[in-house]
C-alpha cells in the first residue's frame, strides 16, 4: 500500500516536473522570438528616461499604463473577440449548445502555452509602448518648440494648387451630419487599432506576417509619433491660431466645427481644447501631448491596411477604406495638414519593408538553429 502510494507520488512529482519544464522551455523561446520588439522597446525605455533627465523634465513624466482606461479597453476588446468568436462558431458549426461548445474550442485553439506566452508578451510590450509614447509626446514641445506649422501650411497649398486641403473637401464633407460621422470614424480608431493588434497577437497562421505587424506597429509609434514628431515639431491645424501670431487660415474650418458641433457633437473639439490647456497648464495625464507631423492615426491606419492586403482582398479593401476616412477626418476635423498623412504613409511604408527583411533573416536564423539541435 505504501509502496503505490509512494509510486503515484512520484508520478505526480514527475509530470509536475515535466510539465514546468515545458512551461519554462516555451516562455524561453517565446522570448526569443519576439527579442526584436523587446529591443525596441528597450531602447525606447531608456531613451525615454534620458530624455527626462537631460532636459529636466521630471514633472512631465508619469509612467502609467493607463489605469481604468487601460483595463476598460482591455476588457471591451476581449470582449467583442468573444462575441465575435460566439457568432463565427455558431455560424460554421451550429452546435446544439453555444456555450460550452465556445468554452471547449477555445481550450483547444488559445489555450497552449506558446499562444498564451506569444500574446501576453505582445500584449504587455503594447501596453509600455503606449506609457513611454505618452511620455514623449508631451515632453515634445518643451523640448522642440513648435516651428513648422506655417510651413506644413504653405507646402499643403503649395501641394494642392494653391488651396487649403480642407477648402478642397470641404464642399464635400462640410455638413454636420457627414462631420458626425467623420467623427465617429477617427474616435474609434483607437478600439479598431487594438483589436487588429490582439487579433495578431494570437495569431498563428502565419508567424512571420505576425511578427512583421507587430515590430512595424512598434516602431511606427517610436519613428512617426516620438522621433519624426520632434525632429518636425508641429501643433496642427486645430491649434494654429494659438500657436502662430497672425491671420489664421484655419478659423474658417474651425468655425464651421463649432456650428456644426450644435447640431451633433464633435467629439473632437473637446479633446482639442482639453490637449491646449493641459499643455498650457503643462499636466501630465492621459490627455496630453499635441504634436501634427507626421499623423500616427494615419500610420496605423495604412499600416492595418498593408496588413489586410497580405491577408485578403476583403481584409484589404475594407482597412483601405478605412485608411482613406482617417486621411480625410484628419483634414477635416482640423488635427493635421493633409502632408502629414502623405509623411505618415512614405515612413509607414519604409519601416513595414525594412521589418519584413528583418524578422525573415531572424525567422530563418531560428530555424537553421534548430534544425542542429532537433537532429542531435
Not at 458626425?180 to 478600439?191: I, P, Q, R, S
Not at 497648464?281 to 495604412?302: D, E, Q
Amino acid at each position: 500500500m505504501f509502496q503505490t502510494t509512494d509510486t503515484a507520488q512520484s508520478g505526480v512529482f514527475q509530470q509536475a516536473t515535466e510539465q514546468l519544464r515545458q512551461l519554462t522551455t516555451t516562455l524561453i523561446v517565446c522570448l526569443s522570438q519576439h527579442r526584436f520588439i523587446i529591443g525596441i522597446l528597450a531602447v525606447y525605455a531608456i531613451s525615454c528616461m534620458v530624455y527626462v533627465d537631460l532636459f529636466n523634465l521630471h514633472e512631465l513624466s508619469r509612467f502609467s499604463l493607463f489605469g481604468a482606461l487601460g483595463f476598460a479597453l482591455l476588457a471591451m476588446t476581449l470582449g467583442t473577440f468573444f462575441i465575435i468568436y460566439c457568432i463565427r462558431l455558431q455560424v460554421r458549426e451550429k452546435p446544439e449548445q453555444l456555450f460550452p461548445a465556445v468554452m471547449a474550442q477555445l481550450r483547444k485553439d488559445f489555450f497552449t502555452y506558446e499562444r498564451f506566452f506569444n500574446a501576453a508578451i505582445a500584449i504587455m510590450s503594447f501596453y509600455l509602448l503606449l506609457a513611454i509614447f505618452s511620455n514623449f509626446k508631451r515632453m515634445i514641445p518643451l523640448v522642440v518648440p513648435f516651428y513648422l506649422d506655417t510651413f506644413f501650411f504653405e507646402l499643403d497649398k503649395a501641394l494642392h494648387f494653391g488651396m487649403n486641403p480642407w477648402e478642397i473637401i470641404q464642399p464635400i464633407l462640410g455638413y454636420p451630419l457627414v462631420t458626425y460621422g467623420m467623427n465617429v470614424l477617427y474616435n474609434v480608431w483607437l478600439f479598431i487599432i487594438i483589436m487588429v493588434f490582439y487579433w495578431q497577437a494570437f495569431s498563428t497562421k502565419d508567424k512571420q506576417l505576425r511578427m512583421q505587424y507587430i515590430s512595424s506597429f512598434f516602431l511606427c509609434w517610436v519613428i512617426v509619433g516620438s522621433l519624426a514628431a520632434t525632429l518636425l515639431s508641429s501643433a496642427g491645424p486645430c491649434f494654429y491660431g494659438a500657436m502662430v501670431t497672425g491671420d489664421n487660415p484655419y478659423a474658417p474650418l474651425m468655425e464651421y466645427l463649432y456650428r456644426a458641433n450644435d447640431i451633433n457633437t464633435i467629439w473632437a473639439l473637446d479633446m482639442q481644447e482639453t490637449l491646449l490647456e493641459n499643455y498650457r497648464l503643462r499636466h501630465a495625464g492621459p490627455a496630453t501631448g499635441i504634436t501634427a507631423m507626421p499623423s500616427v492615426h494615419v500610420s496605423i491606419a495604412w499600416l492595418m491596411t498593408l496588413l489586410g492586403w497580405r491577408i485578403n482582398k476583403v481584409v484589404g479593401s475594407l482597412f483601405t477604406i478605412y485608411c482613406f476616412f482617417i486621411v480625410l477626418g484628419s483634414v477635416h476635423l482640423g488635427w493635421h495638414y493633409a502632408v502629414d498623412g502623405y509623411a505618415s504613409i512614405a515612413l509607414t511604408s519604409l519601416i513595414w519593408v525594412v521589418c519584413g527583411r528583418v524578422v525573415k533573416r531572424m525567422q530563418a536564423r531560428d530555424t537553421a538553429e534548430a534544425i542542429p539541435a532537433h537532429q542531435s
